[in-house]
């Protein structure tokens, strides 16, 4: 599920990325209301971007097929990171959900929560984390169902309050969803420069050691073994390192 500001500058990747594996995928896009774009009728983006609401109504109509099992929330600036096989095998023979949540104190985190959210939402309970996830279909039905804690993050999480980077982790953590889900997100990014922002990598800054890095730079535990490979996705690419990746791919990311 691709959640955009626009056009999908990094989309030739993606379709490489697919190309062999029609069947065991679908797409969705998210585009602003004002944003109005027409994709070529043989590309795997064609047809499937989904107007007005942004996170639930992407999962909420990925929900329609049944065969999808596992969802993923990507933006335009995202890459994959290893093949489509790799990626598929490894989030459907996943015992657990990625989503990140974790308490931060400061003004950044807890500095968010707004006391009108009790009863529904007690201080102790508030999470943050990233906002592109992985989730199962059971944890999916159940956001999309949710009419206890969604309607208090309309109401009240305004202003210098991100629902998109407070409601997913909190419901998890209310919910006992906490007990399935690993607590880290699958979307590798640079925050190691401080600010608002992460990090944006430039057709200049694509290389050979980056990729790697990103590929196999961490540790972490999948199903209860400690590996490397902790991200499948990372991000915030430019439009100008398409040619970049393009030229990567067959050599770092195997497809």
Known sequence: MFLTRGPLPLAPLWELFFK????????????LPNYNHTDPLDSVFHGRRIPIEAERRLVANALLDSANHRFVLLSESCIPLFNFTTVYNYLLDSAHTFVELYDLPGPVGRGRY????????WPAQWRKGAQWFEMDRKLAVEMVSDRAYFPAFQRHCT??????????????????????????TLTWTDWSRGGPHPSSFSGKDVTLRLL?????????????RETSHCYMFARKFESNALG??????????QF
């Open 20 to 31: 062999g594996h029609e069947g065991f995928y679908s797409v969705y896009v998210h585009n």
């Open 159 to 184: 202003g210098l309050c991100y629902g998109d980077e407070h409601y997913l982790p909190t419901f998890v953590h209310v919910t006992g969803f906490g007990r399935r889900n690993s607590n880290r």
């Open 114 to 121: 707004s006391p009108r959210m009790r009863p529904k939402i």
């Open 244 to 253: 970049s990746l393009l030229r990567a791919a067959p050599r770092v990311m």
């Open 212 to 224: 790697e890095g990103m590929r196999n730079g961490t540790r972490c535990v999948y199903n209860g």
